[in-house]
């Protein structure tokens, strides 16, 4: 087994903390559940998760790639990884966590809004970059292959990411309205990722 238990819950929690703390990803799926339904919400929801496939195969390829071929190139996207998680930490938690509802829109198939929310998700370079830097935090030297266990780890992410995206999506209206009238639970997620991150990026920096 390439993964071990302790490595896959201690994953878990910090991939579902990233998750559930207010960003672009979950307030589309509010919106698009607010707006459409709740079925619609579970299309965006489920589809945007699932999006986090391309980014686990581009770091699962690119990482045995860069390892491969130069330590210091490695060295140089380790840095730069923790860094922006640095950054993206910093950023939550300066984060107002609010939420305002958006405008009704007209009704729409479902296939669509999953195929939606799979390419929002796909082609955000910043979600490839997050990617490169988030997952090789879980990797165990000498338990297996480095890309192997990038894959299965990414395959975990978007799993967790499309169940609670989904279920975000068929809550919506509940939630929505939850957090518009308590702008603290916003703000309570936002300082819960944005230490996860810190913590995550200054270890990616100063650990070899």
């Known amino acids: 087994m390439l993964l071990e238990p302790g490595q896959i819950a201690g994953f878990l929690l910090a991939a579902v903390a990233v998750t559930l703390a207010p960003g672009p990803d979950n307030l589309m799926v509010l ?3 607010l707006s459409r339904g709740r079925r619609a919400g579970m299309a965006f929801g489920i589809g945007c998760g699932l999006g986090c496939l391309s980014h686990t195969l581009l770091a ?3 990482l045995a790639a860069v390892i491969q071929a130069s330590p210091g190139a ?3 996207l380790r840095l ?9 930490g910093i950023g939550a938690l300066r984060g107002g966590g609010g939420f305002a509802p958006p405008p009704a829109v007209g009704p729409a198939r479902l296939a669509p ?3 939606r ?3 929002a998700n796909a082609i955000n370079p910043k979600v490839i970059l997050f990617f490169l830097a988030f997952l090789p935090q879980f990797v165990i030297a000498g338990r297996g292959d480095e890309a192997v266990q990038i894959a299965l780890l990414g395959g975990l992410f978007a799993a967790q990411a499309a169940l609670l995206f989904g279920l975000l999506g068929a ?3 509940r939630i929505g309205g939850w957090l518009h009238r308590r702008p603290g639970a916003g703000k309570w997620l936002d300082r819960c990722a944005g230490g996860v991150l810190i913590a995550l990026g200054a270890r990616l920096m100063v650990t070899r």
């Open 31 to 33: 919106s698009l559940g």
């Open 60 to 62: 699962a390829l690119g």
């Open 117 to 119: 929310g799979l390419l």
């Open 113 to 115: 809004l999953f195929w």
């Open 80 to 88: 730069c990884g923790g860094a922006y998680l640095v950054w993206l």
């Open 74 to 76: 490695f060295l140089a």
């Open 171 to 173: 809550l919506a209206g």
